[in-house]
């Protein structure tokens, strides 16, 4: 009876909270969605993403390969290998668009209104969301997340939300976080990302624990099974709240999400080519030009394809540990630049399929080119004292060879350089002032990678620099990125389209000294901190650009990173088992939109 009692109290509860949010609409000032600059694509009440088929199937699996382990269903926290999808699981405040460049539309909270002087920003939820065991989201469960990620989460949670002061539940379904002083337009568009964790659940559970134990959601997806650290089952959540919603039409479309865990990327391409999972993305240019061959490819059970990525592609390169006194020198770090020979790469191993990465916001508008204009110099020119003087040449771009494996003009410049730091070139080794030699080792967790090393390797060694290359797990690798605990490792800095709060994250002080950031490089440099404030409070999109090009420009010229390359395509590859909408969202690939065309049952949609 007691039972029965406290099943009645819950339907009761429920009823009052519906029929108590029902009775108080969206006041005028609530809007549907909000943009970073501009206006926002899609009108109130808009039916569907245009990037999507609102009558897509049900049904079906779709099996993809994890890379390395897991060990965790957390991935809010630093401990931990959290396993891939388990996002999935949750919602968010509000859902981005992927064909805007930073715009987020109503999904928990329908309703957003931001105080003129950016003073608070105000959500109105959706009386229908629940979390999968059918319990109201409330303001409660808002202020319980946030506070939750602050306290407990990944340090750069602190970061992130630095700008908010205090998040105050004003009635069940509304909530108001106030912002501190300042003018940060990205601030309200962040909130809107905050994923909601169920306050209940939590409360009985350590947040700041790494565990398989299956947490409660709120999203498409529950956890359905899995093999610890081998494999993960997703299945879609048939009642989930908001599978009606406009923002939701037409995706998750899967019954099934499946993710075996590789430790060998050969291996899981050859599972991918017999069958055993569904989709591959190639990041290899040898393996794209070269890999798939055969029946599969020949009679079209295996679709291969290349998209275009409108992304812009940040930096991917070998980033120095700045925090390791041998590289607290500006020309020792410029040197060793010069003896990677990307030419020479891109013609033997990459069939010239990559474009040399030379800007933090590389293929977009926000990347510096050649001279300062002059709403840069306005910015920069405060700094003129602090900053090096090449900042106000043109841009900083990588030294081009012939790509035949001459590089005895970039020989000599490294020398130069180095001996300007203190180095000198004695009996083929190069040796500082008390007669020890410069050596370092590169972090790496992929064994293919080495053959990209060992060429770079040869070029250090001829001007007397010995270096090692230590090979790692994927879990033995996060942890020591976490503690910083390398000399230089290959990393890829992603850049959005719309960059703001996020960058103290990856160049701030701060960042540079809390364990667990993004800041790998253990860069600090005071104008750097300047500029990123600048950036965050740009006031409309011309403003943006010219801040992340003068931030640009100066993290170009502080060689803390050695550039790779980028591509500006997907190159995916799937098994004909699936469809998708004719139209591909310009930001992404859009898998949360594909169907598997032997499912039959349809989205009602009114």
């Known amino acids: 009876m007691r039972k029965l009692a406290c099943l009645w109290c819950f339907i009761w509860v429920n009823f009052l909270f ?27 009440g808009f039916k569907h993403f245009d990037y999507v088929n609102p009558k897509a199937p049900k049904g079906g699996v779709f099996k993809r390969a994890g890379r390395g382990t897991f060990d965790s269903f957390n991935p809010f926290i630093v401990k931990g290998t959290p396993a891939d999808g388990v996002s999935l699981i949750y ?18 909270a329908n309703g957003i209104a931001v105080a003129p002087d950016y003073s608070s920003v105000t959500f109105w939820l959706n009386p229908k969301a629940r979390f999968h065991d059918g319990h109201p989201i409330t303001s409660e469960d808002v202020v319980f997340s946030f506070n939750t990620f602050i306290e407990q989460g990944a340090p750069h949670y602190k970061s992130y939300y630095a700008g908010v002061d205090g998040v105050i539940a004003l009635d069940p379904h509304q909530v108001r976080f106030d912002l501190k002083p300042g003018d940060n337009r990205e601030l309200p568009l962040i909130l809107g990302q905050l994923v909601i964790l169920p306050k209940h659940y939590w409360q009985q559970h350590d947040f700041s624990k790494s565990s398989l134990q299956i947490p409660l959601g709120s999203g ?19 009642d989930y709240w908001a599978k009606d919603l406009n923002v939701n039409l037409g995706r998750h479309n899967f019954e099934q999400l499946s993710f075996d865990y590789f430790r060998d990327t050969t291996v899981a391409f050859q599972a991918f080519k017999a069958g055993v999972f569904d989709f591959h993305q190639e990041y290899s240019a040898k393996n794209w030009a070269t890999g798939y061959t055969g029946k599969v490819f020949e009679q079209g059970q295996i679709i291969k394809e290349q998209l275009k990525d409108a992304n812009p592609q940040g930096m991917q390169g070998f980033f120095f540990n700045l925090r390791r006194d041998k590289f607290k020198s500006r020309q020792v770090r410029e040197a060793i630049g010069l003896m990677f020979d990307f030419e020479w790469l891109n013609r033997q191993f990459f069939y010239q399929a990559y474009t040399r990465g030379d800007s933090f916001f590389a293929n977009s508008e926000l990347a510096a080119k050649g001279y300062p204009s002059e709403g840069e110099r306005g910015i920069l020119t405060p700094y003129r004292d602090e900053l090096p003087a090449d900042v106000f040449a043109p841009a900083y771009r990588p030294s081009k060879t012939a790509g035949d494996g001459n590089i005895r003009t970039q020989m000599r410049q490294a020398v130069a ?18 007669g020890e030699q410069l050596s370092f080792e590169f972090l790496v967790y992929d064994k293919g990678f080495e053959r990209i090393i060992q060429p770079f390797r040869r ?23 976490n503690s910083f605990d390398f000399d230089i490792t290959t990393l890829r800095q992603g850049q959005s389209s719309s960059p703001g ?12 000294n809390t364990p667990g950031s993004r800041n790998y490089a253990g860069l600090c440099h005071p104008v750097v901190d300047q500029l ?13 650009v010219l801040h992340t090009q003068a931030l640009d420009r100066v993290l170009r010229q502080l060689h803390f990173v050695v550039p790779q390359w980028y591509s500006p395509y997907h190159r995916i590859a799937y098994w004909d088992r699936f469809s998708r909408p004719h139209t591909q969202p310009l930001y992404d690939i859009g898998l949360d939109t594909w169907w598997y065309k032997g499912a039959k049952q349809e989205v009602k949609v009114e």
């Not at 498409?220 to 048939?238: C, H, Q, W």
């Not at 180095?418 to 008390?434: F, N, P, S, V």
């Open 532 to 544: 990123v404030e600048g950036l965050i409070a740009a006031q409309n999109r011309a403003d943006l």
């Open 459 to 481: 070029n250090l060694s001829r001007i007397g620099i010995a270096t090692e290359i230590r090979l790692v797990d994927i879990s033995q690798y996060i942890n020591r990125l």
């Open 91 to 108: 919602d968010t405040l509000m859902q981005p668009s992927a064909d805007e460049a930073f715009t987020k539309y109503g999904l928990i």
């Open 417 to 434: 350089l180095l001996t300007e730091a203190g180095y000198e070139l004695k009996g083929g080794r190069l040796l500082d002032a008390k």
């Open 220 to 238: 498409p997806y529950r956890i359905d099974s899995f093999d610890a650290g081998r494999k993960v089952v997703y299945r879609r959540v048939e």
């Open 18 to 44: 519906v029929v108590t949010s029902l009775a108080n609409p969206l006041p005028e000032q609530a809007k549907h969605a909000i943009a970073m600059h501009g206006d926002v694509k899609y009108p109130a």
């Open 501 to 512: 709060n996020e960058q103290p994250l990856y160049w701030s002080c701060e960042a540079a």
